[in-house]
């Protein structure tokens, strides 16, 4: 970020300059859906999967043809390239696929040139003692800063001028959700969901549409000879963090006579739709505009106008509705980032979720649930359908992952590591999503102590009455009938663990202490941000 605090949103193209730091492999995004990163050891040095192999000519020789020798060696070298490559699928089709699975830049393959003393090498990762070192580092190099530059507003304007334009600065007064009347210019009798991505992609997007379009031109309101549609953004969000309660949460909430929500759960908007990112196996598609976000509101929207018919003035006529949106992406998903945005300090992304969502609505509220790391890690491994999961493979995955991590804190921030898309990618298990503290302080850093409610899934599974009040209180939602109440708070759980996972038993004892060790310092920073010892996650019981 230069000193104008400004952010490039644009995808890079690998110049012929090459004075771009981060830039696109390949001429087309199309490449992306057939690449992934992995690392490989060469010589006790992690080189990219990627990297570029030069080739020398060499003089023409006199004799035509190959000789007898020349032929067997380079028989050879192509057996051995066969070999690897091979050995490089299985890897790939038996892995994790729970990642962003976007090719990195070839220039972020650079943060990991150099691993410092604790070199990764897959032999080691079964070495107890070594990867309790590598923790010990990590513990060492583990510092906060919170005085992230912020960028500003025209910067963010200028790196997303079609959203600002869309988005206005004030909303409708005496309503509680942020909406607005937004002229509508297209013709009455075509789909006005015909272009949206999510309809595309979705068939439960598709169901609701349908919907949708039969009940569009009986809200539309006509005015001055024009006509407006209300458009209306979320007045919460439930942005973390995943295997943490967040789909229980949200299935209570929904049950609230005053709250509405989109028709699923997460639509990853601001952290993946937003940049063309459809699904994670998959490379960049077409960016979902502004708009294909906004109409996945206009349901909870036509309740909140009510029947304009009725209506002659067109104020809103269930103003006390609410929306909300929850996407267990949006506390902590930045991997695009390097694709996207220039001028970037330390390897530390210039703009970040939170900067877009506050100068669009600076007085959102925000959910947040957390979950003993260390329990929340090994859910998320079990969630994801991967081969020959046990304990002992998550073990493994585990010391891999710490020692890529370690590897990158040898030359970057710890803040730098926990954001850089390469490292995210290429551990095989997602540890720094655990990293709470990081996520939070920037989020801290744009928006009120007061928008933020931080909750534990503990508390919640052992108190489900106490919790939901305290989101009740926080949303401003009024009082319901005992009947409702109780069919909110004494539903069962959502989304319980498969009984096939549960058969797995629990992680090996030493995984537990080895990622004890490691969140540590980061839970101790946690609780004396919240004020709250409970988020050291000392005395609970697994859930």
């Not at 789909?191 to 031109?217: E, K, V």
């Not at 929340?376 to 995955?397: M, P, Q, V």
Request: with cysteine.
């Amino acid at each position: 970020m230069d000193a104008a605090g400004s952010c490039s949103m644009t995808p890079h193209r690998v110049a012929d300059t090459m004075d771009c730091r981060y830039s696109l492999l390949g001429s087309s995004a199309d490449d992306y859906g057939r690449q992934r990163p992995l690392l490989l050891q060469v010589d006790e040095a992690p080189v990219g999967l990627f990297a570029i192999l030069e080739v020398k000519r060499e003089a023409p020789r006199r004799r035509g043809g190959l000789s007898c020798f020349s032929k067997l060696r380079l028989h050879g070298v192509l057996f051995g390239v066969a070999v690897i490559f091979f050995i490089m699928a299985s890897y790939i089709l038996t892995g994790d696929k729970k990642g962003l699975l976007l090719t990195p830049s070839p220039y972020h393959f650079g943060t990991l040139v150099s691993p410092g003393p604790l070199t990764f090498n897959l032999s080691s990762v079964k070495d107890q003692a070594h990867v309790k070192l590598v923790v010990k580092s990590i513990a060492s190099k583990v510092e906060f800063d919170s005085s992230r530059q912020l960028p500003e507003l025209k910067a963010l304007v200028n790196s997303e001028p079609h959203m600002f334009s869309v988005i206005p600065r004030k909303f409708l007064p005496g309503v509680k959700s942020p909406c607005w009347y937004e002229e509508y210019a297209g013709n009455t009798t075509s789909d006005p969901y015909r272009t949206n991505s999510y309809a595309r992609y979705s068939w439960r997007f598709r169901t609701m549409f349908q919907h949708l379009r039969s009940t569009f031109r009986e809200h539309l309101i006509r005015r001055g000879g024009k006509l407006y549609r209300m458009r209306c953004l979320p007045y919460f969000y439930i942005i973390g963090q995943p295997k943490c309660g967040t789909t229980d949460l949200y299935d209570r909430l929904r049950l609230h006579p005053d709250v509405k929500f989109t028709t699923f759960k997460e639509p990853h908007w601001w952290t993946r739709k937003r940049f063309g990112i459809i699904r994670l196996n998959e490379g960049f598609h077409d960016r979902y505009p502004v708009e294909d976000f906004l109409d996945l509101f206009d349901h909870a929207a036509y309740q909140i106008q009510g029947n304009p018919a009725a209506n002659a003035n067109g104020s809103p006529r269930q103003a006390n509705i609410i929306i909300g949106e929850a996407s267990a992406s949006t506390m902590w998903d930045n991997n695009a980032w390097v694709y996207f945005y220039d001028n970037t300090t330390g390897g530390e992304p210039p703009c970040l979720i939170q900067d877009f969502v506050h100068a669009l609505q600076p007085d959102a509220r925000f959910i947040v649930m957390l979950r003993d790391p260390v329990e929340r890690l090994y859910s998320d491994y079990l969630y994801f359908g991967i081969a020959n999961k046990s304990a002992e493979d998550f073990h493994e995955k585990v010391s891999e992952s710490l020692q890529l991590f370690e590897g990158c804190l040898a030359e970057f921030t710890m803040r730098s590591c926990v954001y850089n898309t390469t490292v995210n990618n290429a551990m095989p298990v997602r540890l720094q999503v655990g990293v709470y503290i990081v996520f939070l302080m920037d989020w801290l850093s744009v928006f009120g102590h007061e928008q933020l409610l931080v909750l534990r899934l503990e508390d919640h599974a052992s108190n489900r009455k106490y919790t939901m009040h305290k989101v009740f209180d926080f949303l401003h939602l009024g009082p319901l009938t005992k009947e409702i109440e109780a069919e909110i708070t004494r539903s069962p759980a959502s989304n319980a663990r498969r009984p096939a996972d549960k058969n797995l038993g629990p992680m090996l004892p030493i995984t537990k202490e080895i990622l004890r060790d490691f969140y540590k310092p980061f839970n101790e920073k946690l609780a004396k941000v919240l004020r709250n010892d409970s988020f050291l996650w000392e005395n609970d019981s697994k859930l």
